[in-house]
């Protein structure tokens, strides 16, 4: 047997234990809670893997490395699914760097048609670094999402230098100010635009996130007092206890002090809100799942026996499907909650 098997049969190992250390399916039964899919407003769709960053928090492991794309036949086929289901309001597109996918700019043109929502997972510096494995520019980004409606939703972890660039990499917060800049310039964030320019914050380290609120006032006043910079919410997500963040606070001895923060922290009311009850979210090769979280575990969407896929795709049965939960899921339901748009409660 392999070093390689070994390593891969006693990481496999710890994670079943860890799902029974920290179960969350224990704590729902005992708080009595029944969280079933509500209603499928939302298709997520992580198109690639492909990213120009490599964040230590990121629970996708992007990276500059990575030649994960969803094909053309696949866009077109999460195009068709929205076309055919009224009740999927939203189209939620993320990566890694979602514009890195060849076909991002066809799918967006062609929901905004559909008359959706458009959603955008960006990462700021794609705008000014391009496509790291083709050399392609991306500084039309700013105009482009203007031109067509696109909700933007950046990663910024702090309104400061130097904890941004703590998490996300050399000269990172330096370029998101540029980028920002410049969507400001089209009117993202600004009132009366419409142009909706959102920033995405989650802590530096093993901590759970402070109140929204309050950072949302922080983040505003900062960053227009220094930079005149303006927005319009701030998402405060909880960093998920997967993959490169997990393999981190293991690394660092601090992973089962992280859980029972979690744990500890579970609140009902926003277990209510999370988002794997009104959202599916749709892997770079068709297969769906609960969350985006859920994916990257690979826990598949089954029903009939089979893995739903966008190939298979049927909403009632989706609707009606029982969602996978696993210990990362306290992360969701910790203080005031953490999805895609924030705290839930």
Not at 23 to 35: E, G, H, P, R, V
Not at 146 to 163: D, G, M, T, W
Request: aromatic share 10%; proline share 3%.
């Amino acid at each position: 047997m392999s070093q390689v098997t070994v390593l891969k049969q006693r990481d496999i190992a710890q994670d079943r234990g860890d799902e029974a250390k920290y179960d969350f399916y224990k704590t729902l039964a005992q708080k009595n809670i029944d969280l079933a899919a509500q209603k499928i407003e939302t298709l997520q769709i992580n198109i690639t893997k492909l990213c120009n960053q490599t964040c230590v928090h990121c629970h996708v492991d992007a990276s500059p490395k990575r030649k994960e794309q969803m094909d053309l036949k696949s866009v077109e086929r999460c195009l068709e699914i929205l076309a055919l289901n009224d009740s999927i309001k939203k189209l939620d597109i993320t990566g890694g760097a979602p514009e890195l996918n060849p076909h991002f700019d066809y799918l967006v043109t062609e929901a905004r048609k559909l008359d959706k929502h458009v959603m955008a997972r960006h990462n700021l510096t794609v705008t000014l670094d391009g496509n790291p494995a083709t050399g392609e520019s991306k500084e039309y980004l700013p105009e482009f999402y203007a031109e067509n409606k696109v909700e933007v939703i950046s990663s910024l972890p702090y309104y400061q230098e130097y904890f941004t660039d703590k998490q996300r990499g050399q000269g990172v917060f330096e370029k998101s100010i540029e980028s920002i800049l410049l969507l400001n310039a089209q009117g993202f964030g600004k009132e009366g635009t419409g142009l909706i320019l959102n920033f995405v914050y989650n802590p530096v380290g093993a901590f759970l996130p402070a109140s929204q609120q309050s950072l949302e006032a922080d983040f505003k006043r900062e960053l227009n007092k220094k930079y005149a910079i303006e927005f319009n919410n701030l998402f405060v997500i909880t960093n998920m206890p997967i993959n490169r963040f997990k393999q981190q606070l293991k690394k660092l001895d601090v992973y089962d002090d992280y859980m029972t923060k979690l744990v500890d922290a579970f609140n009902p009311s926003s277990a209510q809100g999370v988002m794997c009850r009104s959202l599916i979210s749709v892997s770079h090769d068709g297969r769906i799942y609960d969350c985006d979280f859920n994916q990257m575990l690979e826990m598949d969407i089954v029903v009939d026996h089979e893995p739903m896929t966008i190939y298979n795709f049927d909403y009632q049965k989706l609707l009606s499907r029982k969602i996978m939960f696993g210990s990362h899921c306290f992360g969701c339901t910790a203080g005031s909650g953490s999805s895609c748009g924030g705290a839930t409660a």
